[in-house]
Nanobody, 120 residues
Framework: QVQLVESGGGLVQPGGSLRLSCAAS????????MGWYRQVPGNQRELVAT???????NYADSVKSRFTISRDNAKNTVYLQMNSLKPEDTAIYYC??????????????WGRGTQVTVSS
């Protein structure tokens, strides 16, 4: 089955930077869109950024000008460069893929998440 594995999370001071990576593997025919979502315990999961295979991006207002999403289609990998991090960015970050498998099933797939903590 399709699997997504995130990496790059950790502890960083306010104003610092982190780069998250997510690699998709398995019986993938095509990935239409990949993205990052985040969730704080007790709150609903929210959009951070998405990117299509053509490179079109969408960002939450709270991260515009600070975060940059990019994608390597050949490697089925998505990245999130996070700069000028704030304490309110603290959350579990989840990778998402809108993909079609080799048996032509299209659906959403999720990683297990990686913790990002911004604290002095």
């Amino acid at each position: 089955q399709v699997q997504l594995v995130e990496s790059g999370g950790g502890l960083v001071q306010p104003g610092g930077s982190l780069r998250l990576s997510c690699a998709a593997s398995g019986p993938i025919f095509n990935i239409f869109k990949m993205g990052w979502y985040r969730q704080v315990p007790g709150n609903q999961r929210e959009l951070v950024a998405t990117i299509t295979s053509a490179g079109s991006t969408n960002y939450a207002d709270s991260v515009k000008s600070r975060f940059t999403i990019s994608r390597d289609n050949a490697k089925n990998t998505v990245y999130l460069q996070m700069n000028s991090l704030k304490p309110e960015d603290t959350a579990i970050y989840y990778c998402n893929a809108d993909a079609r498998t080799t048996n032509y099933y299209r659906g959403d797939y999720w990683g297990r998440g990686t913790q990002v903590t911004v604290s002095s």
